[in-house]
T-cell receptor, first 117, second 112 residues
Framework: AQTVTQSQPEMSVQEAETVTLSCTYD???????LFWYKQPPSRQMILVIR??????QNATENRFSVNFQKAAKSFSLKISDSQLGDAAMYFC??????????????FGKGTHLIIQP | DADVTQTPRNRITKTGKRIMLECSQT?????MYWYRQDPGLGLRLIYY???????NKGEISDGYSVSRQAQAKFSLSLESAIPNQTALYFC???????????FGPGTRLLVL
């Protein structure tokens, strides 16, 4: 079974600074997808960014980018120019692209991001 | 209007009661999911469905059952609720050729 580990229960960053959230995963598969979801106090799960394992290029969405290291099974999220609205729980998630096994997301335990004004 | 809706948004019930959580979607997706979120544990998959006739157990299905009444509706039932089923429950959907799951707003359930 796949596992996803987020080793930072909480991170704090000054507004306008850059912060990196860590995620590692364990899998024997070669084809899969990785996601970062944001959960603000409203508790809604919001997709931040997605990475396909077969793509070497790191995904980018405005101020959010990832550092995907397939061999190291690492998938970190970098938030540039942090804003107060970025304060939330951030979850890293994995999904197999293959036909076998459960079709669903495997989540890490989350990182609570605090933005200091 | 929201694409994925869940009812109720909050519910308090007593041990031993039967309770149903409902999920509806207007995205036209064939795949639907139920997850449970506990503090400090992230989200875990309870059940998922590829279509009306295809329902599968997830990681933590014990104590739960589901019904896919139509492509757009997927209900989660707790036949006899117990306190350790107190959690935040999410429904999600995904299209067959899409990779992203879209989540509903969640249902907060408290079992006394």
């Amino acid at each position: 079974a796949q596992t996803v580990t987020q080793s930072q229960p909480e991170m704090s960053v000054q507004e306008a600074e850059t912060v990196t959230l860590s995620c590692t995963y364990d899998t024997s598969e070669s084809d899969y997808y990785l996601f970062w979801y944001k959960q603000p106090p409203s508790r809604q799960m919001i997709l931040v960014i997605r990475q396909e394992a077969y793509k070497q290029q790191n995904a980018t969405e405005n101020r959010f980018s990832v550092n995907f290291q397939k061999a190291a099974k690492s998938f970190s999220l970098k938030i540039s120019d942090s804003q107060l609205g970025d304060a939330a729980m951030y979850f890293c998630a994995y999904r197999s692209a293959g036909g076998g096994g459960a079709d669903g997301l495997t989540f890490g335990k989350g990182t609570h991001l605090i933005i200091q004004p | 209007d929201a694409d994925v809706t869940q009812t109720p948004r909050n519910r308090i019930t007593k041990t031993g009661k039967r309770i149903m959580l409902e999920c509806s979607q207007t995205k036209g997706h064939d795949r639907m999911y139920w997850y449970r979120q506990d503090p400090g544990l992230g989200l875990r998959l309870i059940y998922y469905s590829f279509d009306v006739k295809d329902i599968n157990k997830g990681e933590i299905s014990d104590g739960y059952s589901v019904s896919r009444q139509a492509q757009a509706k997927f209900s989660l039932s707790l036949e006899s609720a117990i306190p350790n089923q107190t959690a935040l429950y999410f429904c999600a959907t995904r299209g067959q050729v899409q990779e992203t799951q879209y989540f509903g707003p969640g249902t907060r359930l408290l079992v006394l």
